[in-house]
């Protein structure tokens, strides 16, 4: 799978989305204490992306846990989010404190040992009207095919 990086900060701001989408596979995604994260708010509600992850355009969870993960260079993944946005990484000492409650919420429901002041994070917003598509009880084909291909693996290590 060849995977490309966004181009703009709407599919940034959609990378965020497709991160959140897939609540299963976030914790496997951070692997050990990750340090970059994009946010963004929609409707009034706050959103977490992990940079190595949203600094590709197109990519399930699934497909960056089970293999883009090991290929992607996270300083560069962080360099070219802050071109795309034309904003530096701020740290979490120096977050709104909006930005700070909502990001302790949000990571300590999914990593309740995380070192919190290590965090560091890109603000994106957008004039564009963002609508989230939250399908239920819904696997697409892509991720079907994508799980099937890791319980194979699985079963053949085994």
Known sequence: MKSKFIENVKELINSI????SSPEFIRSSLGGFPKYFVHTVINGNHYFGLSKFCAFNDISLLEYTSGVRKKANGHETQKHISKVCYEPWTTYDDSEYIIQK??????????????????????????????????????????NRLIGEIGEKIALQY
């Open 102 to 143: 909502e990001f302790d919420n949000w990571i300590n429901g999914i990593f309740p040992t995380y070192k919190k002041h290590q965090a560091n994070f890109i603000t994106v917003t957008t004039s564009t009207k963002i609508t989230i598509n939250k399908k239920k009880g819904k696997v697409d084909e892509k991720l």
């Open 17 to 20: 989305i497709s991160y959140n």
